[in-house]
T-cell receptor, first 112, second 114 residues
């Protein structure tokens, strides 16, 4: 039972344009959401998070939007840079716990 | 501040053997979680330790166990290794307590079981 889904296995974007990565979840108990970036042979790097009491959180070029009614969140990267090319994972946790449930990941390629 | 460190980085074991992986969290972090990453199952939560106590557990068999020491360092043990245990094992640390969920990952230990 996939509680966190990233339905796009890959995304290709031109440098300077916006990258939008999407994530859907099914568990209504999730109250905290995170995005991680991962390069091959490295551990995931924390990017940005959002609590379920908010609908938007911004940090530099990264913005996460949360639509609780649709159980959907998205990560916007503006402007996209070639160094952003990596696998992006969406993760969720529930009830103040540290058990993260991850999506399958989306490979982002930013072309120069 | 130093990041999360994991040792060893690479390990090759034979079926039936056991293995112990080590994780040192970021200084001041008291929660340590372990994850398994495989191509088929993705990133899956194994367990979390906080103040030397297991606080959360994922859906893995009892062959997978862990512990945490008073300095927050953690070890993970897998007994009676199976081919399917070949994976990247990731450790993550966080400040939690409650209400703090950002976890910072180490580089992982690549375990190959032959």
């Amino acid at each position: 039972d996939q509680q966190v889904k990233q339905n796009s296995p890959s995304l290709s974007v031109q440098e300077g344009r916006i990258s939008i990565l999407n994530c859907d979840y099914t568990n209504s108990m999730f109250d905290y959401f995170l995005w991680y970036k991962k390069y091959p042979a490295e551990g995931p790097t924390f990017l940005i998070s959002i609590s379920s009491i908010k609908d938007k959180n911004e940090d530099g070029r990264f913005t996460v939007f949360l639509n609780k009614s649709a159980k959907h969140l998205s990560l916007h990267i503006v402007p996209s840079q070639p160094g952003d090319s990596a696998v992006y994972f969406c993760a969720a946790s529930a009830l103040g716990g540290n058990k993260l449930v991850f999506g399958a990941g989306t490979i982002l390629r930013v072309k120069s | 501040k130093a990041g999360v460190t994991q040792t060893p980085r690479y390990l090759i074991k034979t079926r039936g053997q056991q293995v112990t992986l080590s994780c040192s969290p970021i200084s001041g972090h008291r929660s340590v979680s372990w994850y398994q990453q495989t191509p088929g199952q993705g990133l899956q939560f194994l367990f979390e330790y906080f103040s030397e106590t297991q606080r959360n557990k994922g859906n893995f068999p009892g062959r997978f166990s862990g512990r945490q020491f008073s300095n927050s360092r953690s070890e993970m043990n897998v007994s009676t290794l199976e081919l399917g245990d070949s994976a990247l094992y990731l450790c993550a640390s966080s400040l939690a307590g409650t209400g703090t969920h950002e976890q910072y990952f180490g580089p992982g230990t690549r375990l190959t079981v032959t």
